[in-house]
């Protein structure tokens, strides 16, 4: 028999999607493609107290964004439907009332403040809260207006996940927990076991805030008499600093503002997807295809995987110089400086030279000198070491120089390169020197291209204007 895969992402609609969130679908996604299954996106909106309004639709936008398709999903009908678990509410009504029929499911008689009760008569005897040390004799009947609870069968468990391996568990850890609440909704530790088997869910990839569960679901897998998918329980993410999880205060933003934040999508599957993942070879940089065909369940490790901006930033510029000049002009459209014209030939020349240089596409919005004449700003040489050194003297001097001889040098590119090194043995100037004051005085921004393609770009006229105009704002 062959087995399909069929993974799921079941994000709850509870605002907005995280890193950990995304890497969760992500690799759900990655199996089902490497094995020609399916990925399903399911909504599980049962908490109505935590729900935002507006999330679905900004998670389905995300994925959409990631190029991370599913193939049944609420605004995608498949056979499993619907999607979105407020739908299924009947569903979950006739598993459990298999449950209540095979005695595996009862109504729980008792109040908050009984509960409150038992909770504290166990502090004060030091044993652990269990709810089955209370179950009652004769539960009445559930009527719907009562939690339903589960009947546990407490006993040891061992399981294998696929990332965290072999794991045991003692009797203790199970309990009879909540199936469905006086609300009518089922609780998370329910529904999710009932669309999981209805949508023939495979494989479970979650986070780790799960795992201590797993035995509770375990012990209602059985109860129902469905087979349980594979398990694999994703490492934490951790902050850059600290050895603690990435939190909203460490930055981690929504997927979305990195988008705006002028990473490209690629490079956001590749940089998620290697949080926790590698193909155990050096390879950092990934395509989506090779994540597909590389991705390995078991390469994913156990312990807290870093987030690191600095890696995020690199990896952009990686993907960034891979995209093809075309490409890359139609994804800047609205990372241009507000100083840039309409003219799409000297536009993507200006791209051809930051390309190389790129992090994010929002650094595009430095290059503003290329379209504009940028005011002088020798506060910019006081915070560079070399240029630090000069006084203004030799300023004034050095840029005189470079002055004539761009002058009567042509500008192309390989000219120009010729006329800085005679400039640099001439002046006997250290390159740092030169060729920073130089780039200072065209552009006053602290980065640009190569230089000698920069002056090239900007034409004699530009050129000569901007180095007078440096020389003349020399105290
Ligand atoms: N709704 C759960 C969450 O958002 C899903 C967990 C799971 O994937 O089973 O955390």
């Not at 994000?11 to 490497?34: D, E, N």
């Not at 389905?60 to 995608?76: A, V």
Request: charged share 30%.
């Amino acid at each position: 028999m062959t087995s399909t895969t069929r993974t799921r992402f079941a994000p709850s609609p509870t605002g907005f999607l995280h890193v950990g969130g995304v890497r969760t679908a992500l690799f759900a996604w990655l199996l089902a493609r490497q094995n020609d299954g399916q990925f399903i996106l399911r909504l599980e909106d049962t908490d109505k107290n935590r729900e935002v309004e507006g999330s679905a639709d900004h998670l389905m936008l995300c994925l959409k964004t990631l190029g991370i398709d599913y193939d049944e999903g609420p605004d995608k009908p498949g056979d499993h439907g619907p999607y979105i678990q407020s739908q299924r509410l009947d569903i979950y009504k006739e598993w459990a009332q298999k449950l209540i029929d095979s005695g595996r499911a009862y109504a729980d008689p008792y109040s908050r403040e009984e509960l409150d009760d038992f909770r504290a008569q166990a502090k004060q005897a030091k044993r652990a809260f269990l709810y089955r040390h209370h179950r009652p004799a004769n539960p009445p009947a559930w009527d719907g207006t009562t939690p339903l609870r589960f009947k546990s069968d407490p006993k040891d468990y061992s399981w294998h996940d696929e990332v965290m391996g072999d794991l045991q568990t003692g009797p203790e850890v199970i309990d009879d927990f909540i199936l469905i609440k006086s609300d009518g909704y089922p609780t998370y530790n329910f529904a999710h076991i009932v669309d999981d088997a209805e949508m023939e869910i495979s494989h479970v990839i979650r986070g780790q805030e799960f795992i201590s569960s797993q035995p509770n679901y375990l012990n209602l897998y059985e109860a129902l008499g469905v087979k349980p998918p594979v398990f694999a329980t994703m490492p934490h993410i951790m902050a850059e600093t600290g050895g603690k999880k990435l939190g909203k205060r460490d930055g981690a933003k929504d997927v979305l503002d990195y988008v705006r934040d002028g990473f490209l999508p690629e490079t956001l599957v590749n940089f998620i997807a290697s949080l926790g993942w590698n193909d155990g070879t050096e390879q950092e940089v990934f395509t989506v295809e090779e994540l597909i065909s590389k991705f390995r369940l078991d390469h994913v490790q156990r312990s807290g995987a870093r987030f690191d901006n600095k890696r995020l930033e690199w990896m952009n510029g990686q993907h960034i110089r891979e995209l093809s000049l075309d490409d890359l002009y139609q994804r800047v459209a609205d990372f241009w400086p507000a100083s840039a014209d309409d003219n799409d030939v000297y536009k993507k020349n200006v791209l051809e030279l930051m390309q190389a240089r790129l992090k994010t596409l929002k650094d595009l919005q430095s290059a503003g000198y290329f379209f504009v004449d940028p005011e002088p700003d020798w506060s910019l040489a006081d915070s560079s070491k070399p240029l630090r050194k000069l006084d203004n003297e030799t300023r004034r001097n050095l840029l005189a120089e470079v002055r004539d001889a761009l002058d009567a040098c042509s500008l192309d590119p390989d000219s120009i390169q010729q006329c800085l090194n005679d400039l640099l043995v001439k002046t006997d100037s250290k390159p740092a020197q030169l060729f920073g004051l130089i780039r200072l005085s065209l552009t006053w921004s602290p980065f640009s291209p190569d230089l000698n393609l920069t002056i090239a770009l900007l034409g004699k006229n530009a050129v000569m204007k901007r180095l007078q105009t440096a020389i003349d704002s020399i105290e």
